[in-house]
T-cell receptor
Framework: KQEVTQIPAALSVPEGENLVLNCSFT??????LQWFRQDPGKGLTSLLL?????REQTSGRLNASLDKSSGRSTLYIAASQPGDSATYLC??????????FGTGTRLLVSP | GAGVSQSPRYKVAKRGQDVALRCDPI?????LFWYQQALGQGPEFLTY????????KSGLPSDRFFAERPEGSVSTLKIQRTQQEDSAVYLC???????????FGPGTRLTVT
């Protein structure tokens, strides 16, 4: 059974710092990996999708990498801003493309 | 529409009542998913449709949960005889097709009293 773990569970940084969120998964047979952000009381906003054949994806200040063989992905956020404060969720696509989620990293960026 | 929409946004049900939750996916999206998110946890898969066909319902927690998508567009998740443990946020997502990026709706927060 696929299990997804995210470390750290919570992170507090001052504005302007670069930071890395980690995601690990137990079964390397995945179709893709998706990073989301979730604001309190809201749904999920897709940030980046990496297909299993890809190594990384970039969007603005965000960069996500994927190492299938080691079962790891990282989300790099450059020059963090208070508006980046949210919970970040990693999810791997398996089977009929259903997503298996980690429990998330709660990020707080202080001005 | 511009995104995935869900209704109602909030639902309070007395234990034992039946509820129906609606999802309107992005127009043209073939795949539709339902997830359940308990407080402080990541979403957990419930069921998956490709057009009107329910291809995977392995995540439905009991036979009180039933989902349908009769015309391959709007979907309804029905929970019969609600229990307190059913209290959660129910999220719907859609994607263009196999392996595609999933787009989520705002969710329905169900509270069973």
């Amino acid at each position: 059974k696929q299990e997804v773990t995210q470390i750290p569970a919570a992170l507090s940084v001052p504005e302007g710092e670069n930071l890395v969120l980690n995601c690990s998964f137990t079964d390397s047979a995945i179709y893709n990996l998706q990073w989301f952000r979730q604001d309190p009381g809201k749904g999920l906003t897709s940030l980046l999708l990496i297909q299993s054949s890809q190594r990384e994806q970039t969007s603005g200040r965000l960069n996500a990498s994927l190492d299938k063989s080691s079962g790891r992905s990282t989300l790099y956020i450059a020059a963090s801003q208070p508006g980046d404060s949210a919970t970040y969720l990693c999810a791997v696509g398996t089977g009929f493309q259903k997503l298996v989620f980690g429990t998330g990293t709660r990020l707080l960026v202080s001005p | 529409g511009a995104g995935v929409s869900q209704s109602p946004r909030y639902k309070v049900a007395k234990r034992g009542q039946d509820v129906a939750l609606r999802c309107d996916p992005i127009s043209g999206h073939v795949s539709l998913f339902w997830y359940q998110q308990a407080l402080g946890q990541g979403p957990e898969f419930l069921t998956y449709f490709q057009n009107e066909a329910q291809l995977d319902k392995s995540g439905l927690p009991s036979d009180r949960f039933f989902a349908e998508r009769p015309e391959g567009s709007v979907s309804t998740l029905k929970i019969q005889r609600t229990q307190q443990e059913d209290s959660a946020v129910y999220l719907c997502a859609s994607s263009l097709g196999a392996g595609g990026e999933q787009y989520f709706g705002p969710g329905t927060r169900l509270t069973v009293t």
